[in-house]
């Protein structure tokens, strides 16, 4: 047995391979006569395998543990040394093959029998030829032809074994064929597949520089910017597509697909530049740092500063405002309002801020069609009047003041607690009111700054036949009509205009002060949704902010690639237009001059209302945008505002005739126990009654008309 095995003994350890190739030591953990094979055992990632091995291939990757070879050799003509080191490599039952010594035995015999050695399994036959008797007694003779068949035996196994290993290779192939062809064919499935082709193809041609936390923040007096959400689960689940390209900090793109007459589908991608524009991967705190966090600094040196979060429902602006989402709740700590609060509270203890003694108040409020509504009072309507200084105070607003950031996080939970949500065409859980959240410096009771934070509604149409509920609707013209005076009073702040539209919504009118003055600064933060279904309203949202600063763009501000593989722009396939925002002032002056203005008057003399502060600041704003709001729904707006006007007064009045109810009751009262006496006097009993009645008669009929 010892010299089967050569050197081989259980605990040395050896090479083998492995059916993937690999090659590695393992130990002998036993021997086996029967079938000349070895057990071999070693650790992989913490677990113990083995393996039965033949001789043939132990010995071939380990030459030095094979048997000493047993043949015989004269010295007049030794072997070569490679055929001796090719058979030491064999198991011994193939070397003891050898033809017992002589010493008339020819030289040529002794080469025959080396030479059974090393023949082929199909070259046994021949090698089995029996030898001369003087030669090769009957005994060797059936020992070497029983050896041979274990040799053929042996040789069986080692092609099946390749066999199999072929056939896991060619399996694994197959396998591999069908995952890619099956990964095809989903694509290939996809609704929108040829457009998704065509973004993939053209922003295989850009340069990526996208915005990061290294680059150099410019201050700006009107900040506009844009941040894109990535796919959320709803438009995952239905295969949308991404239609957003941020290709560098300033510049976004939007995929808008087409369709030729031809019924040919093809790309629009239009382009805008913004200050800034925040991809998927940006967070809340890389937005904060590049658009509010300069804003700080500037309510301590007795500024105004306004931040707002403009977009679609559902793109988010309550996530980039308020916090991160889990579910329904909200982190609080992650959004804007929280990290401007915690930077007030961090400059107010820098020595020359805090000589001067400042105290940090808090409001949270909101405005929902057209009314104001204290978020931290339990939601009181609150009423917008001017002073006789024309300043606009918001009655009944309460403020907290606040000692910590704590205190900041818990008064926002109360507000988003129950700040108007209602449900649209757009968002399941939209939020339809402006939340108004302020901190307030004052000194000595005076105030020193304010930062206005603000989580505007969504920008949905008011004309949006989906959203067919009338409460909805009148809610969605007065978003509209707040969100365009918003525009122009940004506008007028950044071009020192003589005149803010301010009177033309309830948001601009208290916001009015964040809009007059010198040491006002303004931030916009445009959020768009990514889904090929939500394109139009991410176009009017990209216009709209566009439109605040007025940006210019050319193609050179496009980062295409300079790569050979298409970089200019020029070697863009005919299916892809890029496409400009551009504004001819000529065209828009000849516009304005048109028939537009001529409609508002007819509209002034059929409601037969005169000129006033509020309708002309509605008047101003409709011929500003009479692209967007025509004459049809500058009547909407003003029969809007009429009523919102009329509701009020019809509130007021009864307000009035409530309290003046009251007194009426006590009269009646005194009367009644007039009667109470004997000889009380019947004819002033109903001289007075009569009075009252007549009274009331006059203020009812007056509330009722």
Same mark, same amino acid.
């Given at each position: 047995?010892?010299?089967?095995?050569?050197?081989?003994?259980?605990?040395?350890?050896?090479?083998?391979?492995?059916?993937?190739?690999?090659?590695?030591?393992?130990?002998? @953990?036993?021997?086996?006569?029967?079938?000349?094979?070895?057990?071999?055992?070693?650790?992989?990632?913490?677990?113990?395998?083995?393996?039965?091995?033949?001789?043939?291939?132990?010995?071939?990757?380990?030459?030095?543990?094979?048997?000493?070879?047993?043949?015989?050799?004269?010295?007049?003509?030794?072997?070569?040394?490679?055929?001796?080191?090719?058979?030491?490599?064999?198991?011994?039952?193939?070397?003891?093959?050898?033809?017992?010594?002589?010493?008339?035995?020819?030289?040529?015999?002794?080469?025959?029998?080396?030479? @059974?050695?090393?023949?082929?399994?199909?070259?046994?036959?021949?090698?089995?030829?029996?030898?001369?008797?003087?030669?090769?007694?009957?005994?060797?003779?059936?020992?070497?032809?029983?050896?041979?068949?274990?040799?053929?035996?042996?040789?069986?196994?080692?092609?099946?074994?390749?066999?199999?290993?072929?056939?896991?290779?060619? %399996?694994?192939?197959?396998?591999?064929?069908?995952?890619?062809?099956?990964?095809?064919?989903?694509?290939?499935?996809?609704?929108?597949?040829?457009?998704?082709?065509?973004?993939?193809?053209?922003?295989?041609?850009?340069?990526?520089?996208?915005?990061?936390?290294?680059?150099?923040?410019?201050?700006?007096?009107?900040?506009?910017?844009?941040?894109?959400?990535?796919?959320?689960?709803?438009?995952?689940?239905?295969?949308?597509?991404?239609?957003?390209?941020?290709?560098?900090?300033?510049?976004?793109?939007?995929?808008?697909?087409?369709?030729?007459?031809?019924?040919?589908?093809?790309?629009?991608?239009?382009?805008?530049?913004?200050?800034?524009?925040?991809?998927?991967?940006?967070?809340?705190?890389?937005?904060?740092?590049?658009?509010?966090?300069?804003?700080?600094? @500037?309510?301590?040196? %007795?500024?105004?500063? @306004?931040?707002?979060?403009?977009?679609?429902?559902?793109?988010?602006?309550?996530?980039?405002?308020?916090?991160?989402?889990?579910?329904?709740?909200?982190?609080?700590?992650?959004?804007?309002?929280?990290?401007?609060?915690?930077?007030?509270?961090?400059?107010?203890?820098?020595?020359?801020?805090?000589?001067?003694?400042?105290?940090?108040?808090?409001?949270?409020?909101?405005?929902?069609?057209?009314?104001?509504?204290?978020?931290?009072?339990?939601?009181?309507?609150?009423?917008?009047?001017?002073?006789?200084?024309?300043?606009?105070?918001?009655?009944?607003?309460?403020?907290?003041?606040?000692?910590?950031?704590?205190?900041?996080?818990?008064?926002?939970?109360?507000?988003?607690?129950?700040?108007?949500?209602?449900?649209?065409?757009?968002?399941?859980?939209?939020?339809?009111?402006?939340?108004?959240?302020?901190?307030?410096? %004052?000194?000595?009771?005076?105030?020193?700054?304010?930062?206005?934070?603000?989580?505007?509604?969504?920008?949905?149409?008011?004309?949006?036949?989906?959203?067919?509920?009338?409460?909805?609707?009148?809610?969605?013209?007065?978003?509209?009509?707040?969100?365009?005076?918003?525009?122009?009073?940004?506008?007028?702040?950044?071009?020192?205009?003589?005149?803010?539209?301010?009177?033309?919504?309830?948001?601009?009118?208290?916001?009015?002060?964040?809009?007059?003055?010198?040491?006002?600064?303004?931030?916009?933060?445009?959020?768009?949704?990514?889904?090929?279904?939500?394109?139009?309203?991410?176009?009017?949202?990209?216009?709209?902010?566009? %439109?605040?600063?007025?940006?210019?763009?050319?193609?050179?501000?496009?980062?295409?690639?300079?790569?050979?593989?298409?970089?200019?722009?020029?070697?863009?396939?005919?299916?892809?237009?890029?496409?400009?925002?551009?504004?001819?002032?000529?065209?828009?002056?000849?516009?304005?001059?048109?028939?537009?203005?001529?409609?508002?008057?007819?509209?002034?003399?059929?409601?037969?209302?005169?000129?006033?502060?509020?309708?002309?600041?509605?008047?101003?704003?409709?011929?500003?945008?009479?692209?967007?709001?025509?004459?049809?729904?500058?009547?909407?707006?003003?029969?809007?505002?009429?009523?919102?006007?009329?509701?009020?007064?019809?509130?007021?009045?009864?307000?009035?005739?409530?309290?003046?109810?009251?007194?009426?009751?006590?009269?009646?009262?005194?009367?009644?126990?007039?009667?109470?006496?004997?000889?009380?006097?019947?004819?002033?009993?109903?001289?007075?009654?009569?009075?009252?009645?007549?009274?009331?008669?006059?203020?009812?009929?007056?509330?009722?008309?």
């Amino acid at each position: 047995m010892a010299g089967i095995f050569g050197k081989i003994f259980v605990g040395i350890y050896v090479e083998i391979k492995r059916s993937d190739g690999r090659i590695h030591q393992a130990m002998v @953990t036993s021997l086996h006569e029967d079938n000349d094979s070895v057990t071999v055992e070693w650790i992989e990632n913490g677990d113990t395998k083995g393996k039965e091995i033949d001789l043939e291939s132990v010995f071939a990757l380990n030459p030095d543990v094979a048997p000493d070879e047993e043949i015989p050799q004269s010295p007049e003509a030794p072997l070569p040394p490679s055929n001796v080191a090719k058979t030491s490599k064999l198991p011994k039952t193939r070397r003891i093959t050898a033809i017992p010594k002589a010493e008339n035995a020819p030289r040529e015999n002794r080469a025959a029998a080396v030479g @059974t050695t090393r023949a082929r399994p199909s070259q046994h036959s021949q090698a089995a030829e029996p030898p001369p008797p003087a030669i090769a007694p009957q005994s060797a003779l059936n020992q070497t032809l029983l050896q041979q068949q274990n040799a053929r035996r042996k040789s069986n196994c080692v092609k099946e074994v390749e066999k199999l290993q072929e056939k896991r290779e060619k %399996r694994r192939l197959q396998q591999q064929e069908l995952r890619e062809k099956r990964a095809q064919e989903v694509e290939v499935n996809l609704p929108n597949y040829e457009i998704m082709c065509m973004i993939r193809d053209f922003r295989a041609s850009l340069d990526y520089r996208p915005l990061t936390s290294n680059d150099l923040i410019e201050e700006h007096r009107i900040c506009v910017c844009v941040r894109a959400r990535p796919l959320n689960k709803k438009e995952l689940s239905v295969k949308d597509l991404d239609v957003i390209t941020i290709p560098s900090k300033d510049v976004v793109m939007v995929h808008e697909p087409k369709q030729k007459v031809d019924l040919t589908r093809y790309l629009e991608n239009q382009t805008f530049r913004f200050d800034f524009a925040f991809d998927e991967n940006s967070t809340n705190e890389m937005v904060y740092r590049f658009t509010a966090q300069p804003l700080v600094e @500037t309510i301590f040196e %007795r500024g105004m500063a @306004t931040c707002f979060a403009y977009g679609q429902t559902g793109s988010g602006k309550t996530h980039t405002m308020g916090g991160d989402f889990s579910g329904k709740n909200q982190d609080c700590s992650k959004g804007i309002y929280a990290l401007s609060a915690r930077d007030v509270f961090l400059m107010i203890k820098k020595p020359n801020y805090k000589k001067l003694d400042l105290q940090i108040f808090a409001t949270f409020f909101e405005i929902y069609s057209g009314k104001v509504f204290d978020l931290l009072n339990r939601k009181a309507k609150l009423r917008v009047l001017e002073d006789g200084k024309q300043q606009v105070q918001v009655v009944g607003l309460q403020e907290r003041e606040v000692k910590c950031t704590e205190d900041v996080l818990k008064l926002i939970e109360v507000g988003n607690s129950c700040r108007t949500s209602g449900q649209t065409s757009a968002n399941a859980h939209s939020s339809r009111s402006h939340a108004v959240f302020q901190i307030i410096l %004052r000194r000595r009771g005076k105030m020193h700054g304010k930062f206005s934070l603000i989580d505007l509604a969504g920008n949905e149409r008011g004309a949006d036949t989906s959203s067919a509920d009338r409460q909805t609707r009148l809610e969605g013209a007065e978003i509209n009509k707040s969100l365009l005076a918003l525009k122009e009073c940004i506008r007028a702040l950044g071009r020192n205009k003589p005149h803010t539209p301010f009177r033309a919504s309830k948001l601009t009118q208290v916001l009015r002060d964040s809009f007059i003055g010198e040491n006002s600064r303004t931030c916009m933060i445009a959020t768009v949704s990514p889904g090929m279904a939500s394109c139009e309203n991410t176009l009017n949202t990209l216009r709209y902010a566009n %439109r605040v600063k007025e940006f210019g763009i050319s193609p050179s501000d496009i980062p295409f690639s300079q790569s050979g593989s298409g970089g200019s722009r020029s070697e863009l396939s005919p299916t892809y237009e890029v496409k400009e925002l551009t504004v001819d002032p000529a065209a828009a002056m000849d516009s304005r001059q048109g028939g537009h203005v001529n409609q508002l008057e007819v509209l002034e003399a059929q409601w037969g209302v005169g000129s006033s502060p509020q309708r002309d600041d509605l008047k101003l704003l409709c011929e500003q945008n009479e692209e967007e709001v025509s004459p049809q729904l500058f009547t909407f707006h003003e029969a809007v505002s009429q009523l919102v006007e009329m509701e009020e007064q019809v509130l007021e009045d009864h307000r009035a005739v409530f309290q003046e109810s009251i007194r009426w009751l006590e009269d009646e009262k005194v009367l009644l126990e007039m009667t109470e006496e004997v000889d009380y006097d019947v004819e002033s009993f109903a001289t007075q009654l009569e009075q009252i009645l007549d009274q009331k008669i006059d203020i009812l009929t007056e509330l009722r008309g």
